[in-house]
């Protein structure tokens, strides 16, 4: 109906929203693809169009006022791809008042993996500018960053679960007045996949690999093992249900011990077959009676733990594939049979369509 009725929409209802790209890897530069082959649907459904005027990467920062055009901008992305590199001159980011040589009303887009974009992003907040976050280390970090940048216009679906609705479930039901009493999930892809392995039987060395070769891990694969970006979503969530949690409340079990990260990772993914025994026997003390190897995360009660678990085939969180995510609200009007959010939880593409989906949702919001 919405798409039917705006199809009349004249050029003088189109609201024109810059957007600022931090990060221009995998997830931004699909943004920025899924930008440019979503216009003409924004324009009809939504009477809104999206222009780029600003792209920061670890070079620097590049801005054009009116908004970088189509062709400019695709032929950015075709070298950024094949380069590495924007092939524009740009400005160095740190030391400038980067919003105000912005449109009134960017949306700052956070696809970075890093807490150094955390001055950029709170003088937007203080400003009233908007900003969207795949971004999780400013949300999981210092507790003051999360209140500040919370409180404004501000989206971070995709933090928690890619373009899951995890954010939007958790705050609609604390909008409604519901009482969240646990939230458990599985929120890391790579946890899954590892923790099936080892429930069939595989060696955790054997698995480790395995997964890096498919691609599943980050290029170092203890970033996933230690469980910290699975403890960073977790803590989001908490943080949103007004827990008052630094990381270094969160209980995170970690599937290689501290010592192991002395060593490069080729030497860690040789090592780590001398964890096999002592992991196989974990899997098969939390798997006995035919329970799922799960690696969960839970809030409850005012605290926060991520570890493996053996879960109930029979439950939601048991019933999931390997290698999709879920979260399961247990609520006062979802106790009985507990309100669950599933699917891919993960990849540069998916990722990309949830942030840009809340870049829609706050463009809205600011009018």
């Not at 062709?71 to 919003?99: C, F, H, N, W």
């Not at 060593?263 to 098969?284: C, I, P, Q, W």
Request: hydrophobic share 40%.
């Amino acid at each position: 109906m919405d798409l039917i009725a705006n199809m009349g929409r004249s050029s003088t209802n189109i609201k024109v929203r810059h957007l600022f790209l931090l990060g221009f890897g995998g997830v931004g530069r699909a943004l920025a693809r899924q930008v440019l082959a979503a216009r003409r649907l924004h324009e009809t459904r939504n009477g809104l169009w999206l222009k780029v005027a600003g792209i920061a990467d670890s070079a620097g920062t590049y801005v054009e006022q009116n908004g970088i055009g189509s062709e400019r901008l695709a032929e950015m992305l075709e070298r950024k791809t094949a380069t590495g590199r924007l092939g524009v001159q740009q400005s160095p980011i740190a030391g400038t008042d980067l919003y105000a040589m912005l449109p009134a009303g960017t949306i700052v887009v956070d696809t970075t993996a890093t807490d150094q974009t955390v001055p950029v992003l709170l003088p937007v907040v203080r400003r009233e500018g908007g900003i969207v976050l795949a971004n999780k280390l400013p949300l999981a970090g210092d507790l003051a960053w999360f209140d500040d940048i919370a409180r404004g216009y501000t989206r971070w679906e995709t933090t928690v679960g890619a373009a899951l609705p995890v954010v939007s479930t958790l705050n609609t039901l604390l909008d409604s007045g519901d009482e969240v009493q646990r939230i458990e999930g599985s929120l890391s892809g790579t946890l899954g996949f590892i923790a099936a392995q080892l429930e069939a039987g595989v060696r955790l060395g054997d698995a480790v690999r395995d997964a890096k070769r498919r691609g599943y891990t980050e290029p170092d694969p203890r970033q996933d093992l230690g469980g910290l970006d699975a403890a960073r979503k977790a803590l989001i969530l908490a943080r949103m249900m007004g827990y008052r949690l630094h990381m270094n409340d969160v209980q995170v079990e970690s599937l290689y011990p501290p010592e192991m990260n002395a060593l490069t990772v080729e030497d860690f993914l040789r090592e780590v077959d001398g964890l096999n025994a002592t992991m196989a026997a974990r899997a098969a003390d939390l798997t006995r009676g035919g329970r799922k190897l799960r690696y969960t995360a839970v809030v409850e009660n005012g605290q926060c733990t991520v570890g493996l678990t053996g879960a109930d085939p029979a439950s939601k969180l048991g019933s999931i594939r390997a290698s999709d995510s879920i979260v399961v609200f247990t609520t006062k009007h979802y106790s009985d049979n507990p309100l669950a959010v599933s699917g891919r939880g993960a990849g540069q593409e998916v990722t990309a369509s949830g942030v840009l989906g809340d870049i829609i949702s706050l463009s809205r919001e600011m009018g």
